[in-house]
């Protein structure tokens, strides 16, 4: 079993929607949890992080971590075609770990 | 200020040669990173330098891998010899030693492709 599964999508929506991208995870000793974008022929850019249970909330952008769970998702509101890009989730073990755990990353696209 | 930088964007070289990658970080950073991301797969850590030790080396694959940071600044990662499996995007990072979150900036990556 993958220690962090992302469904690679591709997920296309119209300009304005709500976007909701997901991540599961299977070790439950991850604390930090990131949310990178990376665009086309680019390194990924980290957007958001969070630590351990709970909401942030960024602009239009929101993150959720349910350790419960070991879920984790992201929220775009108003996603605009600049938003396409493909969004990797990450995790970190502890701050003064350094190996990040990516998913695959899901590609997104929004429609004009 | 300059972001990560990478050398060479793309490279294509045969199976048995050898390829030298470079990556130059954010100056001032510490911390430095080698990711790679295979066709298909998730991008996957390689290993850590903190100035020119190395901290973690645990993902390397095998021992065709050799990096290094010399004087602590940039940092190659060569692969001698090459073989089909080693095809893929390989990312560098770097990151600031303190208290705050561990964020790690990324380079745009070297595209390599063995033939």
């Known amino acids: 079993q993958k220690e962090v599964e992302q469904d690679p999508g591709p997920l296309s929506v119209p300009e304005g929607a709500i976007v909701s991208l997901n991540c599961t995870y299977s070790n439950s000793a991850f604390q930090y949890f990131m949310w990178y974008r990376q665009y086309s022929r680019k390194g990924p850019e980290l957007l958001m992080y969070t630590y351990s249970s709970g909401n942030k909330e960024d602009g239009r952008f929101t993150a959720q971590v349910d350790k419960s769970s070991k879920y984790i998702s992201l929220f775009i509101r108003d996603s605009q075609p600049s938003d396409s890009a493909t969004y990797l989730c990450?995790?970190?073990?502890?701050?003064?770990?350094?190996?990040?755990?990516f998913g695959k990353g899901t590609s997104l696209l929004v429609t004009p | 200020e300059a972001g990560v930088t990478q050398f060479p964007s793309h490279s294509v070289i045969e199976k048995g040669q050898t390829v030298t990658l470079r990556c130059d970080p954010i100056s001032g950073h510490d911390n430095l990173y080698w990711y790679r991301r295979v066709m298909g797969k998730e991008i996957k850590f390689l290993l850590h330098f903190v100035k020119e030790s190395k901290q973690d080396e645990s993902g390397m694959p095998n021992n065709r891998f050799l990096a290094e940071r010399t004087g602590g600044t940039y940092s190659t990662l060569k692969v001698q010899p090459a073989e089909l499996e080693d095809s893929g995007v390989y990312f560098c990072?770097?990151?600031?030693?303190?208290?705050?979150?561990?964020?790690?900036?990324f380079g745009a990556g070297t595209r390599l492709s063995v033939l």
């Open positions: 990072a770097s990151s600031q030693t303190g208290t705050g979150m561990n964020i790690q900036y």
């Open positions: 990450a995790m970190l073990l502890s701050n003064s770990g350094y190996a990040l755990n």
